[in-house]
């Protein structure tokens, strides 16, 4: 009886944690992010351990195969997720605070000098591109560590999210209800929490999401050139070896593939927890 | 002396096929309209009125079309075809539909917009036709130079008159307006009203129907009148008949909830009607407005059959005889 | 308006109000120009005019939504840009309440429309018990005609734009208000339904003296309620008076022109008579040049005309 009481108050928990998208999502997620934390336990090598003979497909001893120098896939994968999750993770959220301390400022003074300065930073940040930024900073940098890349990435990510934030503020500031609770006396704390934030929390939350997954497709895409941490393994890195390998034209799927899919896997899981709490979040958007 | 009937609609049905059942939103509708006459539709929300107009013209799932016809000079356009239909769409009837102010794209100047629509419809765009453009938009009052700007710098009159150009411009025999002047100034709104009839007058629109919500509006310009409520249409006649001798209960209480210039609260108390429409969702046989009806009697649980007071004047109450006409206004 | 023996609860003194926009190339633009008007007890006064008139912004300004850049507005004689601090402003708007004109954008989508009623108990009747509160909401809103089964626990996309601002004035009503200002209050009303609404708004000013500034365009409607009728136009209040007064004898052009606008059952429009929008801007400047210096004249014991700027 309790527990009613508890999801009656706390309605959109209760549709987050029943909404099917989310659960899929989740649990795809939960599953990559357990294989980056406990896989390394699995696996009696090291990333950079010549563990074998070569060019052998997944058996027994090596569950994803070897790489064409005799390396575990395997375990390159699972150490390489724990790089790869951690970039998204420290890039995504620096893009997503910046953008929404820049957005939501922004917004709030529209129109005055600090919008017309901010929109100004943030256009010049957006035209930015980050592969010339990156190659530019090798060049002065001997080491490129993951902090180094989170924070180029992040740079590149933010302004998009400033502009979405602001919008959003903008959108915000001129509906009524806002003047509503001004004329009802409510305490500024409130009106701030339940009618500005409040609107913009499930906004927010999924342009969180969105930034992890496109921090982590951009530092995929920069390992894959060759530009990413100097030390250390990603999943990037892994597939950029295949690729200059030639894996695939000489029969070594499971050094391209099987990669790609654990990363294809997590970008899919974000975007379906993505849209599940869209209808969250958004009452018209469920059939009640 | 009868002019020539151009629009023949017999026991027209068409609802809204949702999940959860049918919508009933015109239910048996019947009308005509004759050359060179403009029939408003009035009803308040909810009646069907834009149903009405959408199903003639602007058919989409889950509107769907279930029985009737509607003989356009002699054709049925609900049995034609796409195709067939949009060679008659523009040219010969042609709808401003509701919210048309607001379906201007804002990034077209209004040049583009018309040049689009004209081609949609298999019409060049040539000298011609611009020259008859420009003649028309001067003929509202529009500088043609309207046709270089977006619709941002425009006002909303100015938009309509200028949709109301364009709409109009192969002078077709019948324009379907619904609510073209619900949403502009009052100043705006006569000067849309007016140049309906103006259009008419000077020929370039054969007849129209009006739809609104307004009745003092369709006072002023309307020929005949049709009360729509609950989707079916409870009173039909000339406008004079229906606004100073309404026989059916609706319409009575209807005219009677509007206020008049000198007529103070103090002096006189409006009453408006209680309740509010049915629901129309699968909704059962018998007369749609008897739940707010003073004068409701068993009789009223089964749908009213039209009668003719007189052959203009038509009416669907089973109670007319004994209400009688009040005078209004 | 010579008339009262008592005093005015709301004086609005030559209040100005004029918007900037932008930093490196700022404009301006004047929303409201010299506004000046009382407002007693137990009246309705309409505010009339057309969009951009600035009969909104003048609403805000009076709901302490937006603060004027000249002029004053004094409440029971206190000017209100004074009142500050979360006491003052509750007893505020415990007398002074608005209705929006969008009922849509009045509701927070993410919360049953219940809210709009909780957030008045929270802050001005913090002591009543829950059983209290719900009997007090049952009875505001069958006031309006509307089923609390229907509309409560509902969300705000789910009930008609109706049923949404019957739900405002239901909040309104649970107030002791002596000054509400309604924003084209019945404009999403069907004409059946807005009598019953009207009617008691003038039965609650006539009992409780609460006073109503009605802001419509809708002219037969503020014949029908109005004691004092307000022109506005293009930010100028141009004419102001009795009610009767002023539609029987309106002296400016622009009230002329409205006048003439109005579909009315009864009388029909002159077909010969050639109407454009347009030239009444034109016509006004006649009449301002034709009577240059005189500004706002009072025609009447009961009627102001604004007939030139300066």
């Known amino acids: ?288 | 002396m009868a002019a020539e009937v151009i629009l023949d609609v017999r026991d027209l049905r068409a609802y809204y096929r949702i999940l959860k059942g049918d919508v009933k939103a015109v239910d048996g509708v019947s009308f005509q309209v004759r050359r060179g006459e403009i029939v408003g539709i009035a009803g308040e929300s909810g009646c069907g009125k834009s149903t009405l107009a959408h199903t003639l013209m602007l058919r989409k799932p889950p509107l769907t079309h279930i029985s009737g016809q509607a003989l356009f000079l002699g054709r049925d356009i609900m049995a034609m075809g796409r195709e067939e239909f949009r060679q008659l769409r523009l040219r010969k009837i042609s709808i401003i539909p509701q919210y048309a102010l607001d379906a201007l794209s804002p990034t077209k100047k209004l040049g583009e917009f018309v040049a689009d629509l004209v081609r949609e419809h298999g019409i060049p765009a040539d000298r011609a036709f611009w020259a008859k453009v420009e003649e028309r938009l001067r003929f509202v009052n529009l500088d043609p130079k309207v046709l270089d700007q977006y619709p941002i710098e425009l006002s909303g009159g100015m938009k309509q008159r200028a949709i109301m150009v364009v709409s109009t411009i192969l002078n077709p025999e019948l324009i379907i307006a619904d609510e073209i002047t619900s949403a502009l100034d009052v100043s705006s709104q006569r000067f849309a009203a007016s140049l309906l009839v103006q259009l008419r007058d000077e020929g370039i629109i054969g007849s129209a129907i009006f739809i609104t919500h307004d009745l003092a509006i369709l006072y002023q310009i309307a020929d005949s009148l049709l009360i729509m409520y609950g989707g079916h249409i409870v009173e039909a006649g000339p406008v004079d008949t229906i606004v100073h001798e309404p026989r059916h209960p609706y319409t009575q209480a209807l005219l009677n909830s509007l206020p008049k210039v000198g007529v103070q609260v103090k002096d006189q108390r409006l009453e408006g009607i209680k309740g509010t429409p049915p629901e129309l969702l699968e909704i059962g046989p018998g007369c749609r407005f008897r739940e707010r009806c003073p004068y409701r009697t068993e009789r009223c649980e089964q749908t009213p059959v039209t009668e003719a007071i007189t052959p203009e004047h038509t009416i669907a109450c089973w109670h007319h005889r004994e209400i009688g006409g009040e005078r209004v206004g | 308006m010579a008339e009262h023996k008592k005093d005015p609860i709301m004086s609005v003194e030559q209040v100005t109000k004029i918007f900037s926009s932008g930093v490196f190339f700022r404009s301006y633009t004047t929303a409201v120009q010299d506004v000046s008007f009382k407002m007693y007890p137990g009246t309705v006064l309409s505010l009339i005019g057309e969009s951009g008139s600035g009969k909104t912004t003048m609403g805000r300004m009076i709901l302490k939504l937006l603060r004027p850049t000249a002029g004053k507005i004094y409440f029971h004689g206190r000017d209100i840009a004074t009142i500050r601090g979360k006491a003052e402003r509750c007893e505020y708007y415990r007398r002074v309440q608005g209705i929006f004109q969008d009922p849509f954008s009045s509701f927070n989508p993410l919360f049953r429309v219940d809210r709009v009623f909780d957030q008045i108990y929270d802050v001005f009747f913090p002591e009543l018990p829950a059983a209290e509160r719900q009997a007090r909401t049952r009875e505001a809103l069958l006031k309006v005609h509307l089923h609390p089964e229907r509309t409560l626990a509902h969300f705000p996309h789910q009930l008609s734009g109706g049923q949404l601002q019957r739900l405002l004035i239901a909040r309104a009503l649970l107030l002791d208000v002596e000054i509400l200002v309604a924003d084209e209050l019945i404009s999403m009303l069907d004409a059946s339904t807005r009598m019953g609404i009207l009617n008691l708004l003038v039965d609650i000013c006539r009992s409780t003296g609460m006073s109503v500034l009605f802001i419509t365009h809708d002219l037969a409607l503020g014949y029908y309620i109005s004691d004092y009728t307000m022109i506005m136009h293009r930010g100028r209040l141009v004419e102001q008076g009795a009610t009767h007064e002023v539609y029987h004898n309106p002296v400016h052009p622009y009230t002329r022109m409205l006048f003439r606008s109005v579909p009315d059952i009864g009388r029909r429009w002159d077909p010969k008579e050639r109407f454009i929008p347009e030239q009444v801007s034109r016509e006004i400047e006649e009449f301002y040049s034709a009577n240059r210096g005189r500004g706002l004249v009072q025609v009447s014991p009961n009627h102001a005309v604004l007939m030139s700027l300066d």
């Open chain 1, 1 to 288: 009886m309790a527990a009613k009481g508890f999801w009656k108050r706390h309605e959109n928990l209760y549709f987050a944690v029943t909404n099917k998208k989310v659960i899929f999502g989740v649990v795809v997620f939960l599953a990559i992010v357990a294989l980056a934390i406990f896989g390394p336990l699995f696996t009696p090598y090291g990333y950079e351990e010549f563990a074998g003979p070569g060019y052998r497909p997944p058996s027994k001893e090596h569950w994803f195969g070897t790489t064409i120098m005799g390396r575990d896939v395997f375990t390159q994968v699972v150490y390489g997720l724990r790089s790869t999750l951690l970039v998204g993770f420290l890039a995504g959220t620096i893009a997503s605070a910046v953008g929404l301390v820049v957005g939501f400022v922004s917004g709030f003074f529209s129109g005055r000098a600090p919008d017309e300065g901010l929109m100004m930073l943030t256009n010049m940040f957006m035209v930015l591109p980050s592969l010339a930024l990156l190659i530019i900073l090798s060049a002065y940098l001997p080491y490129r560590g993951i902090v180094t890349q989170s924070l180029i990435v992040a740079a590149t990510a933010w302004p998009w999210t400033a502009r979405a934030v602001r919008s959003q503020t903008l959108s915000l500031k001129s509906q009524e209800f806002v003047n509503l609770s001004r004329i009802s006396a409510a305490p500024v704390f409130r009106i701030i929490r339940e009618d500005i934030a409040a609107n913009m929390f499930s906004y927010v939350f999924m342009v969180y999401i969105l930034q992890f997954n496109g921090t982590i497709l951009s530092s995929v895409g920069l390992e894959f050139l060759g530009l990413g941490p100097t030390r250390g393994i990603s999943l990037g890195l892994v597939m950029q070896n295949a690729v200059n390998w030639n894996a695939l034209h000489l029969g070594m799927w499971w050094w391209t593939i099987i990669p790609g899919l654990i990363l294809t896997l997590l970008i899919v899981s974000l975007y379906f927890i993505n849209t599940g709490l869209d209808e969250v979040f958004n009452p018209r958007l469920r059939e009640l």
